[in-house]
């Protein structure tokens, strides 16, 4: 049987030729996986609740607001750029100093 760290150690020795095609493969690969698990998620009802969650927050307008605040506590970009790209109809905050 292959371990883990069997396959590491043959990644890891791989030409850069054959570990970029096993990285598209891998990627490939995984992404199926991921999709697989998706999909029986979702016929399963796992998901429902987070969607309509997401959907009572979408008709209530808030969507936009929480997801203005997710991404500048990410520190990616500030607050009042994040509203303006999140949605242009929502009011910017002050920035500091106005």
Same mark, same amino acid.
């Not at 796992?46 to 506590?73: I, M, N, T, Y």
């Given at each position: 049987?292959?371990?883990?760290?069997?396959?590491? #150690?043959?990644?890891?020795? /791989?030409?850069?030729?054959? +570990?970029?095609r096993? $990285?598209k493969?891998?990627?490939?690969?995984?992404? =199926?996986?991921?999709?697989?698990?998706?999909?029986?998620?979702?016929?399963? #009802?796992?998901?429902?609740? /987070?969607?309509?969650?997401? +959907?009572?927050?979408? $008709?209530?307008?808030?969507?936009?607001?929480?997801? =203005?605040a997710?991404?500048?506590?990410?520190?990616?970009?500030?607050?009042?750029?994040?509203?303006?790209?999140?949605?242009?109809?929502?009011?910017?905050?002050?920035?500091?100093?106005?």
């Amino acid at each position: 049987m292959t371990t883990v760290a069997e396959i590491t #150690g043959a990644v890891k020795r /791989l030409p850069k030729k054959d +570990l970029a095609r096993f $990285r598209k493969w891998f990627v490939e690969y995984d992404a =199926a996986a991921w999709d697989g698990q998706f999909e029986a998620d979702v016929v399963a #009802g796992r998901l429902d609740a /987070l969607a309509s969650e997401a +959907l009572r927050e979408h $008709r209530a307008e808030v969507s936009f607001p929480r997801l =203005a605040a997710r991404v500048s506590q990410s520190g990616v970009v500030g607050q009042a750029f994040a509203c303006r790209l999140i949605s242009p109809r929502l009011k910017s905050p002050e920035s500091p100093g106005q």
